[in-house]
């Protein structure tokens, strides 16, 4: 189940990289990604009343899951943007080679993590299928801008999802999305006012018609609300760096919409999907991943 949740999150993770694509054509970095967190966030809290209910909502450690949210959502995401704009050929490359890699580091410094072979294998099987799946280029020996916020992204995007799962055993998935994703919303919506006390212009550069709506739905709704729902269910079940593995075929599922757009077939990126599910499903054989005692709440 694990897995089939990484799969499902990464697909609508994947959908909304077209929709960002278009959308930055005319909305500012920042304030696209405070409205993508402003509409996960409106639709995501009475989810998680429905689920979890009045008690779990208004009894949840907020101050904690904000800041951690903030930190490493709020941040992290408007580091991925910035990396799509700068560099949108190598950001997905390095996302699926810095992810796995970031989670591992976590895992190991935590204690959770005990490296085994197969799993050092399945690793570099997901690493190795992230590079294919590119085609075997993009990745530039300069570190740009670009390079540098995508690994940083990927490294608090790995982080706060680990700590929403060690540190809220007490909470759905959807609460745990919930509670860090609000954080992300506060962050962001805190830069943004800043940036336009600083007498940046904030505002996108024409009129937000319908189908840019429709656009930042699919952004907001899919790629953000329910695909962190998916992710968290999935470190949940299979330990952040297991998860994270699933973020290297991404191309590939971005690659299918684009297909469905018009695009053309690419072998590489299909290649390269079915070697990171190879590592995935390697990783998991004799797989040891400690468990810490949960938390007590307050």
Known sequence: MGNAFGVASMLTWAAGFPAAEILLESWPPLTLITARFMIAVAILVPVWLLVDGRAAVFGA????????????????????????????????????SASPIAATLIEMVTGQRRLRRNFIL????????????IGGSGLSPD?????????????????????AVRDFPELSPVGRSTITLAGGCIMTALLLLGAHLAGFEMRPSRAVA??????????????????????????GRLGV???SFHINATPFYVMLIMLALGAVWSWPQAIGAAIVGLGVLLSQR???LRRPPARPKG
């Not at 399945?122 to 799946?133: I, P, R």
């Not at 930042?216 to 992710?231: E, K």
């Open 61 to 96: 450690r907020w101050g904690r899951g904000t800041l951690m949210g903030g930190i490493c959502f709020g941040f992290g995401a408007y580091l991925l943007l910035l990396a799509q704009v700068y560099t949108d050929p190598v950001t997905v490359a390095l996302i699926a």
């Open 143 to 163: 570190l740009s801008l670009g390079a540098l916020c995508a690994v940083a992204s990927s490294f608090l995007f790995c982080l706060g999802s680990f700590a």
């Open 286 to 288: 004799h797989s040891t």
């Open 122 to 133: 399945g690793l570099g099987a997901s690493v190795v299928g992230g590079y294919v799946a």
């Open 210 to 235: 319908g189908d840019q709506m429709g656009l930042l739905a699919i952004y907001a709704v899919a790629g953000m609300a329910l695909s962190q729902v998916m992710f968290i269910a999935s470190v």
């Open 241 to 243: 760096a297991v998860a």
